[in-house]
């Protein structure tokens, strides 16, 4: 018997558990269909909801005031003409790349530990394009007119310029936003069968009924829906490359100092998976507080997350020792210009090192096994993180282009109250679709965590299963 405990002990170290506490499958179901269905919606969530929407009013007013009045409201200069506008462009983007990296790749790699993040990291990869898509739209300065940049049928005589990638950007983003809606809502269709026959509201009955598309979980139904869950999976595969990879060409295309580099796609995409796990642990570690939900998003969950930040952190900061490494290589007097004006001479030497401060010195934090398990610290580093991504863009886009080839063409660029008042207004925008989200659907996939039951407890539930099963083809006939 004690070689038995011990052995376990040993597989718990090797393997930790995916759900803690000693759940069954109706548990589950309750637990986290109940925050939907049953219990009464937090006092904190009106809270938080209130100042969410009042910050996106915000939005609402620099986008009706920006159409009235035009772009020249914004900071934007010459030679500064990509500002704020494609400095949080890039900062949604690279946000929403967790969410399919947590659900695509690591599904086909088997990881079962994504099961309690998928969910709302799906969810922060729809709400981070949506925030994402509104900078370059209005950038255009004629917003009304953006279907000029799909290939339509060519009525007016004016093609769109695929050289651009520019363009390109159009058919990534766009791409990127429909396959994951896809891949987020098929996940959803058995959740929804579940919350149909759970709710006991003739109206949330009838919407969940209409969402789940007759679900009754038969071994036909499982079948179609594991077949087309794989399929997007494997195209949601190298979107995540594609996407940031496509996003980091419109700068290493041209020939400007500090933007033509061949490391920008890899640098890009490392960078945009270590902001989108930044942002899952900024937002999970609150909601398994205030919906008690540790037994699902397990300290293991949290320590896994730390782990793939600090790896993928360390290849951003190689990404930064190699640009100046390139500028310096080169012995081209332009590209030492660029790297001597962003590290040490140009008047934005200080966003530069804040950034080497945020990104590459706070997840040095992370190789200790104390702050990669504690709540805490893992939440500031997150945090600090998030702050040292957006410095990152700010870096590459404004010391790049203040000062170009000519010195004649020099120019200070500062935002205005209405650069800040757009990108405080997305993340208003942002929360105010989370918290709607955890407000009407399940923030945790119930049917996958249900599948780790048999391997997380002892016991198993096996019976519990075949009654499942049985259940389900009593309904199919």
């Known amino acids: 018997m004690q070689n038995a405990k011990d052995l376990n002990e040993i597989k718990k170290r090797i393997f930790p558990p995916m759900v803690e506490g000693n759940h069954t499958l109706a548990s589950v179901s ?32 620099t986008i009706l005031y920006l159409v009235t009045k035009g772009i020249g409201i914004w900071g934007n200069n010459q030679p500064v003409g990509w500002a704020f506008d494609i400095i949080n462009f890039v900062w949604w983007i690279g946000i929403g790349h967790a969410g399919t990296l947590i659900s695509a790749i690591l599904l086909l790699l088997n990881q079962k530990w994504r099961t309690s993040i998928n969910r709302f990291a799906e969810a922060m990869t729809l709400f981070a394009v949506a925030c994402a898509g509104l900078f370059p739209l209005l950038h255009t300065g004629r917003p009304w007119l953006a279907y000029w940049l799909f290939p339509y049928p060519n009525t007016m005589g004016m093609w769109p310029q695929f050289r651009s990638p520019l363009m390109w950007d159009v058919f990534a983003v766009s791409t990127y936003a429909t396959i994951s809606l896809l891949f987020w809502y098929v996940g959803l269709i058995p959740d929804f069968a579940t919350l149909r026959d759970r709710a006991k509201n003739p109206y949330f009955k009838f919407v969940y009924a209409a969402l789940s598309w007759g679900w009754r979980g038969s071994a036909r139904h499982w079948h179609r829906y594991e077949i087309a869950y794989l399929l997007l999976a494997g195209i949601s595969t190298p979107l995540v490359l594609s996407v940031h990879s496509i996003v980091s060409f419109d700068f290493s295309v041209a020939q400007l100092p500090g933007w033509h580099a061949t490391i920008f796609p890899p640098y890009f995409v490392a960078g945009a998976v270590f902001a989108g796990f930044a942002m899952v642990l900024i937002l999970c570690i609150p909601l398994r507080h205030w919906y008690r939900m540790k037994d699902f998003i397990t300290d293991t969950h949290l320590i896994l997350m730390g782990k793939v930040m600090l790896a993928t952190g360390l290849i951003v900061c190689y990404g930064y020792a190699m640009e100046a490494f390139f500028g310096w290589y080169s012995g081209a007097q332009y590209e030492l210009y660029m790297v001597k004006n962003r590290i040490w001479t140009g008047p934005y030497w200080w966003s530069y090192w804040l950034l080497i401060l945020c990104n590459g010195l706070s997840i040095q934090l992370l ?46 660029y500062s935002p205005t109250v209405f650069d800040w008042s757009m990108f405080l207004g997305t993340i208003g925008f942002f929360f105010t679709l989370l918290f709607l989200f955890v407000r009407f659907l399940p923030i945790i996939s119930i049917f996958e965590v249900r599948t780790l039951l048999p391997e997380a407890n002892v016991h198993g539930h096996h019976e519990e299963f075949e009654d499942n099963i049985l259940m389900s083809q009593e309904s199919e006939k």
Do not use: Y
């Open 30 to 61: 309750d637990k986290i269909g109940d925050v939907t269905l049953k219990k009464r919606t937090p006092f904190g969530w009106f809270v938080g909801f209130a100042i969410a929407f009042l910050v996106a009013q915000i939005l609402l007013f």
């Open 367 to 412: 190789w200790f096994k104390r702050f990669r398990e504690s709540e805490f610290w893992l939440f500031l580093i997150s945090i600090v993180v998030s702050i040292g991504m957006w410095l990152e863009r700010f870096v590459i886009i404004v010391t790049s282009l203040h000062r170009d080839f000519l010195p004649s063409s020099w120019a200070m």
